[in-house]
């Protein structure tokens, strides 16, 4: 009888999983959506920082970019909320066992609409979890509607001309005082993952905006999100290394501040570099509000880690939360005992 062949693993990680390990249920989103890009990318992620799906917990409200969550990391806990409560329940589970990883993925009509008090809220709390939005500038699960982030004058075959000016997630971010906020394009995969990297090693709120361009309801060549718009107008803020297996491209002198460079990469495409005017310092919050106005103001999608505090303290933090998690905690330790109780009701009156 011939020998059966074993089917070999995938490449391993230093915890002894393969890719596969990380990977969720097949989509069922439509074929191109930026949305499956994304997910893509968590699972390569959590994959090269060694990370144990089983510590990882996912949150998501209402909406397509809320199904994501289901097509990765399928070993790890997860939790569908309503329609822009997510922030609460991720608050709440986070006070449960502050050891897990949160990663939370919305969209912008979850967040930037019915869900923009709880988004303000989490941000300003500073909760240590990863806010994805995948925004797309429509309500695509409900047929299309304009979301809050759809910019001025954008008209669509079916719900006519948007005449409200859009919300910028990255500004809101800042006005409530973000610890980390960047903005990415789904098209981009390498940046999205090492944004998502630089994200889960934060600590603290990790807000990132991704340009995730729907293909059945905004796909107006026009409309700042789609893909030929994003492409068109993206500038980087930081520089993104590229090390090809073959000779490395070296710049020669003269690629001054300001000005552009078209590179001829070794399958013969080409890539138009664009060096900023100045250094970008992430850690400045008055150049990253700044930025983001003249951006705004010039039609240029900034992508990049837009801005960064380290220091500021957690919520986990500032409640001073046991190194063990609540809910591992038995009920006679969580509970005060009786004389305590008293001295409290002896102190309301």
């Not at 930026?34 to 060694?50: K, M, V």
């Not at 969550?69 to 922030?87: A, K, V």
């Not at 807000?207 to 309801?217: E, G, R």
Request: glycine share 8%; charged share 20%; hydrophobic share 35%.
């Amino acid at each position: 009888m011939p020998t059966q062949k074993k089917s070999r693993p995938g490449r391993v990680n230093q915890v002894g999983l393969s890719k596969h390990d990380y990977r969720g249920a097949p989509s069922t989103l439509c074929a191109g959506c930026g949305h499956n890009s994304i997910a893509n990318q968590i699972i390569a992620t959590c994959f090269e920082l060694n990370i144990r799906p089983e510590t990882v917990v996912k949150f998501s409200g209402i909406g397509c970019s809320s199904k994501s969550p289901t097509y990765f990391l399928n070993r790890s806990f997860g939790f569908n909320s309503l329609h822009g409560r997510m922030p609460s329940i991720a608050t709440g589970a986070m006070f449960g066992d502050h050891t897990l990883k949160a990663i939370a993925v919305s969209g912008d009509g979850d967040t930037a609409n019915i869900g923009m008090g709880q988004f303000k809220h989490v941000i300003r709390r500073n909760l240590n979890m990863v806010y994805i939005v995948e925004n797309n500038g429509v309500y695509g699960l409900t047929k299309g509607q304009f979301s809050a982030t759809a910019e001025e004058g954008l008209t669509l075959k079916h719900h006519g001309r948007n005449d409200f000016k859009p919300i910028d997630i990255c500004l809101e971010a800042m006005a409530s005082h973000a610890t980390f906020v960047a903005r990415s394009f789904a098209g981009d995969a390498k940046q999205v993952k090492e944004l998502l990297k630089a994200a889960i090693s934060h600590r603290g709120i990790a807000i990132l905006d991704i340009i995730s361009p729907c293909v059945t309801f905004n796909n107006r060549d026009d409309s700042h999100y789609s893909y030929s718009w994003s492409k068109k107008h993206e500038t980087p803020i930081q520089d993104i290394t590229y090390v090809p297996l073959q000779d490395e491209i070296v710049l020669d002198n003269g690629f001054e501040p300001g000005s552009y460079r078209k590179v001829t990469l070794h399958d013969g495409s080409t890539l138009l570099l664009k060096k900023l005017e100045r250094d970008y310092d992430p850690t400045d919050r008055m150049n990253a509000i700044q930025t983001l106005e003249e951006a705004f103001a010039s039609d240029v999608l900034i992508t990049g880690l837009i801005y960064i505090d380290p220091d500021r303290p957690t919520l986990t933090d500032l409640y001073h939360l046991t190194d063990e998690p609540l809910n591992r905690l038995s009920a006679d330790r969580l509970r005060p005992p009786r004389e305590v109780l008293d001295q409290i009701n002896g102190m309301m009156f």
